[in-house]
């Protein structure tokens, strides 16, 4: 039976909060490992006792083969991102969801150095990573059950990104207009805003053998259509629509991504000539603000290496 503490807190953007100790997260999860659904995963006890700021509320989620979808009492932390350690080197490195019930308020006044208790190890046996021999059990997998359904329509969900502080006026405006000119270009068959198609069946591949700190130029948007099948996919990966803001821009690789657990599946796939890049992350404006700020997956051939010299710098694009 699942666990029915659901503390909410109110957190809004910029506020410090401690994760509490292991010991006291124990009480809110039940025999999966989970609250409300949503794991609390293995990777997740190294921040137990630690002070972070809160990067955006979690009231909506994008998921994937789902769209968006609604959770309660959930926030996401500044820079905390799984590193896939208790799930076979996963390199996803998804912003971490964190239950409001796991988390305390603290002021300036009031930091400490985390208490060594919270180290405590015992309740481990609780936290499960796998279904069975195949099948990864992670928050990304579990996110279809630890949501529920958001329809677009529901306004309250852009009035509390508003109210919470983490978009403006003008960006519920913005987000609005992608929505309703999405749902239009739907019914007409036509590209979604951002959205780049191409028109083969079988879509190439390049090896550019990078490695961490190269510098590369993100090609522009004709020369990434030219590698895209008719759904905006090279090899099974799409080009997404927040992507093409990147285009023309210098970055560096921040590493070869080279296996990952698919969300929809629960099963670890194999990836090649295929990086991600530094400051480059899904911003939502293409699915109605979600906050989650997934780092974009490149395939190679989308990319271009770069003198350090002339042009915009790493990690600017183009004005």
């Given at each position: 039976m699942q666990n029915q503490i659901r503390q909410r807190l109110d957190l809004r953007p910029g506020e410090l909060v401690r994760v509490k100790a292991f010991r006291e997260i124990l009480p809110s999860l039940n025999e999966q490992g989970t609250l409300d659904l949503l794991p609390f995963m293995p990777e997740?006890?190294?921040?137990?006792?630690?002070?972070?700021?809160?990067y955006k509320r979690a009231e909506k989620t994008c998921v994937e083969l789902e769209g968006v979808r609604g959770m309660a009492n959930a926030v996401l932390l500044e820079d905390v991102r799984c590193n896939g350690a208790a799930?076979?080197?996963?390199?996803?490195?998804?912003?971490?969801?964190?239950?409001?019930?796991w988390l305390e308020r603290v002021t300036n006044s009031d930091?400490?150095?985390?208490?060594?208790?919270?180290?405590?190890?015992?309740?481990?046996?609780?936290?499960?990573?796998?279904?069975?021999?195949?099948?990864y059990f992670c928050q990304s997998t579990e996110l279809a059950r630890a949501t529920h359904d958001l329809p677009w329509w529901?306004?309250?969900?852009y009035f509390n990104d508003y109210r919470s502080g983490q978009i403006s006026l003008g960006q519920v405006v913005r987000t609005l207009s992608i929505v309703l000119y999405n749902k239009v270009m739907r019914t007409f068959g036509q590209p979604e805003y951002g959205m780049i198609r191409g028109t083969l069946s079988k879509t190439p591949d390049v090896d550019l053998r990078l490695?961490?700190?190269?510098i590369v130029e993100v090609r522009g948007k004709d020369e990434i259509a030219a590698?895209?099948?008719?759904?905006?996919?090279?090899?099974?990966?799409?080009?997404s629509p927040e992507m093409h803001t990147f285009c023309g821009g210098k970055f560096r690789v921040a590493q070869p991504l080279e296996k990952m657990i698919m969300e929809g599946t629960g099963k670890m796939v194999r990836l090649?000539?295929?990086?991600?890049?530094e400051g480059t992350s899904c911003d939502g404006s293409s699915h109605r603000g979600c906050p989650r700020n997934n780092l974009f997956m490149w395939r190679?051939?989308?990319?271009?290496?770069?003198?350090r010299q002339g042009g915009s710098q790493p990690g600017e694009t183009p004005k």
């Amino acid at each position: 039976m699942q666990n029915q503490i659901r503390q909410r807190l109110d957190l809004r953007p910029g506020e410090l909060v401690r994760v509490k100790a292991f010991r006291e997260i124990l009480p809110s999860l039940n025999e999966q490992g989970t609250l409300d659904l949503l794991p609390f995963m293995p990777e997740m006890r190294e921040y137990c006792g630690k002070t972070y700021r809160v990067y955006k509320r979690a009231e909506k989620t994008c998921v994937e083969l789902e769209g968006v979808r609604g959770m309660a009492n959930a926030v996401l932390l500044e820079d905390v991102r799984c590193n896939g350690a208790a799930h076979d080197g996963c390199q996803r490195a998804c912003l971490i969801f964190w239950k409001e019930a796991w988390l305390e308020r603290v002021t300036n006044s009031d930091l400490r150095q985390p208490d060594q208790r919270y180290q405590n190890g015992n309740g481990l046996e609780r936290l499960k990573t796998k279904v069975d021999a195949e099948t990864y059990f992670c928050q990304s997998t579990e996110l279809a059950r630890a949501t529920h359904d958001l329809p677009w329509w529901r306004m309250s969900q852009y009035f509390n990104d508003y109210r919470s502080g983490q978009i403006s006026l003008g960006q519920v405006v913005r987000t609005l207009s992608i929505v309703l000119y999405n749902k239009v270009m739907r019914t007409f068959g036509q590209p979604e805003y951002g959205m780049i198609r191409g028109t083969l069946s079988k879509t190439p591949d390049v090896d550019l053998r990078l490695q961490p700190g190269d510098i590369v130029e993100v090609r522009g948007k004709d020369e990434i259509a030219a590698t895209l099948n008719e759904t905006g996919r090279n090899r099974g990966l799409e080009f997404s629509p927040e992507m093409h803001t990147f285009c023309g821009g210098k970055f560096r690789v921040a590493q070869p991504l080279e296996k990952m657990i698919m969300e929809g599946t629960g099963k670890m796939v194999r990836l090649t000539n295929t990086v991600l890049l530094e400051g480059t992350s899904c911003d939502g404006s293409s699915h109605r603000g979600c906050p989650r700020n997934n780092l974009f997956m490149w395939r190679e051939i989308w990319l271009q290496r770069a003198d350090r010299q002339g042009g915009s710098q790493p990690g600017e694009t183009p004005k």
